[in-house]
């Protein structure tokens, strides 16, 4: 079986075709092209709704075309197309959707609209063919999620922030800086030079027993901080961004802290469980070296998908389609999906049919 997967709910427009070959039974990326709109944003700080949409609907088609050829594909070749139908910024899902809907149309071939989400909750399988459950981290720059991974359509969100997510947070830190955009790699670059312990930056709802995470507070933290220096030299923005790193990196251990405990609770018998990470924050260092630890502690496997994988990519959503597909979910009235810019995950778990939020 091949997939066609495409992805544009933010700001990257992307095409892949991946293939489940039953009798090898592990899947394989025939293609997976990305093509990113970092620099068309770059010099807003930040994701421009309308500009990325117009970028879509300028770049989709070409990427598509290059996702068939490196597979050594064609149209006709593929079984079906999965695309990403929400949560995202409308203009790109429209897009992308519709144009999934015209392919499938015109080659009668069954359509799939993914939830973005579950791409990324699924793509451990995809690369590391992990069996269900297992519990998942998702940090990036529009969600800060921890989720338990049941099986396909059975998801569970045990935590989500109440306000900024992860990216964003690390985004805006750089912006107040003047560090380039996307912030995140800039302020783990900048944070090496630094000193963690210069500032105490407070460790949001650490210790609380309410699952969630928050952001903001810490955000704001920050800013005072920097403004109260003026000018600020490059070794206090180091500081701030170590402190600032450090702060983050202890407050999101004890967030996934309880959920391991609580996933141990709930499932006795496994032996070794599997975290999983995904989102663009995986990449950091200090978070992941945290995150192994954490999990050798516990008894749990640390489970990170190559970062291609774990950052938006469409061959999270091809495989979520075939997922889909094996599980017989598929949806016969995907035609009719409007594109939805919020779908929580866990209203995936039944297909929902029409429009509506
Ligand atoms: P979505 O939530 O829809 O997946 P997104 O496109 O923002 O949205 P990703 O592409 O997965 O998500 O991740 C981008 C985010 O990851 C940005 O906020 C970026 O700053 C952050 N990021 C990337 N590298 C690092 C890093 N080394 N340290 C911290 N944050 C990082
Ligand atoms: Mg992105
Ligand atoms: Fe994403």
């Known amino acids: 079986m091949r997939v066609l997967g495409i992805e544009t709910s933010c700001d990257e427009t992307a095409a ?21 709109q970092i620099a068309e944003h770059a010099a807003f ?19 598509i075309e290059a996702a068939l050829e490196e597979a050594g594909v064609t149209l006709e070749q593929v079984d079906a197309v999965a695309a990403t139908a929400g949560p995202g910024l409308v203009g790109g899902l429209i897009v992308g959707l519709m144009t999934a809907k015209a392919i499938a149309s015109a080659t009668q071939k069954p359509l799939l609209a993914i939830n973005h989400l579950e791409g990324h909750a699924l793509t451990a ?11 998942l981290l998702l940090v990036s720059g529009g969600h800060t999620q921890i989720l338990r991974i049941g099986n396909v359509g059975d998801y569970q969100r045990w935590a ?15 912006k107040m800086l003047a560090l380039p955009y996307p912030g995140g790699p800039n302020v783990e670059k900048a944070a090496a030079s630094g000193d963690p312990n210069r500032f105490a930056f407070p460790r949001p709802l650490k210790g609380s027993a309410q699952p969630d995470f928050s952001f903001s507070g810490l955000k704001t933290a920050v800013r005072q901080a920097a403004s109260a220096i003026a000018p600020l030299s490059d070794q206090d ?32 018998d496994r032996k070794t469980p599997a975290l999983v990470v995904a989102g663009g924050v995986a990449a950091n260092h200090a978070i992941r ?11 749990f496997s640390f489970v990170a998908p190559p970062h291609i994988l774990c950052t938006d990519n469409a061959a999270m959503i091809a495989w979520a389609g075939i997922e889909r597909l094996n599980a017989g979910m598929a949806d016969p009235d995907a035609f009719d999906f409007v594109p939805r810019s919020r779908w929580p995950l866990d209203a995936a778990s039944t297909p929902v049919i029409g429009s509506g939020r």
């Open 16 to 36: 892949s075709i991946v293939a489940l070959d039953h009798a090898q039974a592990r899947p394989k990326i025939l293609s997976n092209v990305v093509l990113s």
């Open 45 to 63: 700080g930040g994701v421009v709704p309308e500009i990325a949409a117009r970028a879509h609907v300028e770049a989709l088609d070409g990427i």
């Open 125 to 135: 399988r995809l690369s590391n063919g992990l069996e269900f459950p297992y519990l």
């Open 160 to 174: 989500t922030t109440i306000d900024d997510a992860l990216g964003e947070a690390f985004d805006k830190v750089a």
């Open 237 to 268: 923005v180091a500081d701030i961004c170590a402190s600032f790193q450090a702060a983050v990196t202890d407050t999101l251990a004890d967030r996934v802290k309880r959920a391991l405990v609580r996933f141990r609770a709930d499932y006795p």
């Open 289 to 299: 070296t945290m995150l192994e630890q954490l999990c050798a502690a516990h008894g």
